[in-house]
């Protein structure tokens, strides 16, 4: 167990749907980031928020956003979903900002999209 | 130049055999690179990192080997177990870029007993 909390572990939703994942970092980590995999696109970084802030996007669509709360739990919003935002979606958290410290990785939430 | 190339995409190797997997990266501004080991259902679960500036890390049956010049580094799993099989990704990261971890494709680990 890595000590990080995601819910709900799968949603099964329709097309043009919104949906909200949560994730809860380890107790003390600062830093939360969000990957999405996929069989065709494997593990890609989405985001990255720190004490409350947005420090690195990666290829994350318009259609996706986060935001990291006071209590440091954070939330992925999807909307307008679409068959090809079905996959895995797990956060990770850190105790730093910069590279080089440890990511431990939530089980994921199993997103799929009908 | 953002990508960390891995191979083999699966490996079959026999109860106490060594697991060797390889990934190689281009942007030599990466430096941290961890290992992953990811079984079905389950999250990634870290198993070993290295820095540039070592050569070796031994951590139990897990070692990795990192050759700076090449741009290369490996996983090696000593004395291979049927619990080992797994998923095992690599991964790079920058300072300057706040840790995003970029994953190799993943090798895919079947130990047979």
């Known amino acids: 167990d890595s000590g990080v909390t995601q819910t709900p572990k799968h949603l099964i939703t329709a097309t043009g749907q919104r949906v909200t994942l949560r994730c809860s970092p380890r107790?003390?980590?600062?830093?939360v980031y969000w990957y999405q995999q996929s069989l065709d696109q494997g593990l890609q970084f989405l985001i990255q928020?720190?004490?409350?802030?947005?420090?690195a996007k990666g290829n994350i669509l318009e259609r996706f956003s986060a935001q990291q709360f006071p209590d440091l739990h954070s939330e992925l919003n999807l909307s307008s979903l679409e068959l090809g935002d079905s996959a895995l979606y797990f956060c990770?958290?850190?105790?730093?900002?910069?590279?080089?410290?440890?990511?431990?990785f939530g089980p994921g939430t199993r997103l799929t999209v009908l | 130049q953002q990508q960390v190339k891995q191979s083999p995409q699966s490996l079959i190797v026999q109860k106490g055999g060594i697991s060797i997997i390889n990934c190689a990266y281009e942007?030599?501004?990466?430096?941290?690179f961890p290992w992953y080991q990811q079984f079905p259902g389950k999250g990634p679960a870290l198993l070993i990192a290295?820095?540039?500036?070592?050569s070796e890390k031994k951590e139990g049956r897990f070692t990795i080997s990192f050759n700076k010049s090449a741009k290369q580094f490996s996983l090696h799993i000593m004395d291979s177990q049927p619990g080992d099989s797994a998923t095992y990704f690599c991964?790079?990261?920058?300072?300057?870029?706040?840790?995003?971890?970029?994953f190799g494709q993943g090798t895919e680990l079947s130990v047979k007993p």
């Open positions: 942007n030599t501004a990466f430096d941290y």
């Open positions: 107790s003390g980590d600062l830093s």
């Open positions: 928020y720190y004490n409350g802030e947005e420090r």
């Open positions: 991964a790079a990261s920058m300072i300057d870029q706040g840790g995003k971890l970029i």
């Open positions: 290295i820095r540039p500036d070592v």
């Open positions: 990770a958290s850190s105790l730093r900002l910069a590279g080089g410290n440890e990511q431990f």
